[in-house]
């Protein structure tokens, strides 16, 4: 929204500064901040009131998840509401992109909602069934691929780029549309799966935001990919400034779910968050890119896939407890040691993802 003072710029001025994306990610940034931190304390106290008794902890659970017995769940609002002010206020709002991210978080935030609020309700873990949840992201997960298909320039359509190999790019033609659904699908369950730890989540999130906000900028621009010899995708640097935004979101979040945990993200917070960054990812036309910077976010769900396949062949278990995080729980570790050396492998694993940029 900001950006139409540029209209009151005559080609120098403060109003010229809203031209540049990087001003307005700035801008958007500590916007997104600012919400999270003056508006969090309020509301975790309204949670707090019309919750009562939190959300419910599962009985088979690690036992030290006990203790939080109690905590206000949904706080995933808190990053949508920073997210959403930051990004109306500070893209421009022309952007094909940015409306589609923005349709897949919220929508998906919806879905996290209606998971969520049965669960707290109900004061059990079963929520939205399963099979629901799936068609209905199935569902913006395909209407958000056709978007995208109509946005993306038709030498663009239909094309997949691998990493590490400059010239190596498949065209998929129409398979390409489920494959983007999968791609969007996935990533938002895969970081559902992940928040199961105060703190687990969210800052992998915001590596993998950060990382493919990096690689938006980057795709956007003629002199950089004509450089790095990657596809240029018109219109994607846009979607730095949703990343700066949902990275703002979520610091602010962060402040509040740091061990122990005043709130939690919640299914309205998880689902969203993995369906903007698959989004994103499907945008920028770095899906498997994501794959490696959330490597993280696909190993928590291998780990769950391989468990219930496994148990239901054989009648045993692979791990101690899935995903992946409660086994190490099991094995002794303690929270907090999880929590950062999961983030460090996140950083590593983006660190790796933006190499990929120059290796090509």
Request: with cysteine.
């Amino acid at each position: 929204m900001l950006y139409w003072l540029t209209d009151l710029s005559d080609g120098g001025g403060v109003f010229n500064l809203f031209r540049y994306i990087t001003f307005r990610a700035g801008g958007a940034f500590f916007t997104a901040l600012l919400v999270g931190f003056i508006f969090g304390p309020w509301l975790i106290g309204i949670l707090r009131r019309t919750q009562g008794k939190g959300q419910p902890i599962r009985d088979d659970g690690p036992e030290g998840h006990i203790s939080k017995a109690g905590t206000p769940t949904m706080g995933g609002i808190l990053i949508l509401t920073a997210l959403l002010v930051s990004t109306l206020l500070w893209a421009r709002l022309d952007n094909g992109y940015i409306w589609v991210v923005l349709m897949v978080t919220y929508g998906y935030a919806a879905i996290g909602f209606a998971d969520d609020y049965a669960k707290v309700s109900k004061q059990n873990t079963k929520g939205v069934s399963s099979k629901a949840r799936l068609a209905l992201g199935f569902l913006l997960a395909l209407l958000a691929s056709l978007l995208t298909w109509y946005l993306h320039p038709s030498d663009l359509e239909g094309r997949l780029s691998i990493p590490f190999f400059k010239d190596l790019v498949l065209n998929l033609g129409y398979f390409y549309i489920p494959f983007a659904m999968i791609v969007i699908v996935g990533a938002a369950n895969a970081v559902n799966l992940t928040d199961g730890l105060d703190g687990l989540a969210i800052m992998p999130v915001m590596i993998a935001a950060g990382t493919l906000g990096a690689i938006a900028y980057v795709v956007g621009r003629t002199d950089f990919t004509e450089y790095l010899g990657v596809q240029f995708v018109p219109g994607s640097g846009e979607l730095v400034i949703f990343t700066a935004a949902l990275m703002g979101g979520g610091l602010g979040f962060l402040w509040y779910n740091a061990p122990p945990a005043a709130v939690f993200m919640g299914d309205t917070g998880s689902l969203a968050l993995g369906g903007a960054i698959g989004a994103i990812a499907v945008c920028t036309q770095h899906e498997i890119v994501l794959g490696i910077v959330g490597g993280l976010f696909v190993v928590e769900a291998l780990s769950v896939i391989i468990q219930v396949a496994y148990f239901k062949r054989t009648g045993k278990r692979v791990f101690l407890m899935a995903p992946i995080h409660h086994h190490f729980e099991k094995k002794g570790w303690s929270e907090p040691q999880i929590v950062i050396r999961f983030w460090i492998i996140s950083l590593i694993l983006a660190l790796i993802g933006l190499a990929t940029l120059k290796i090509r």
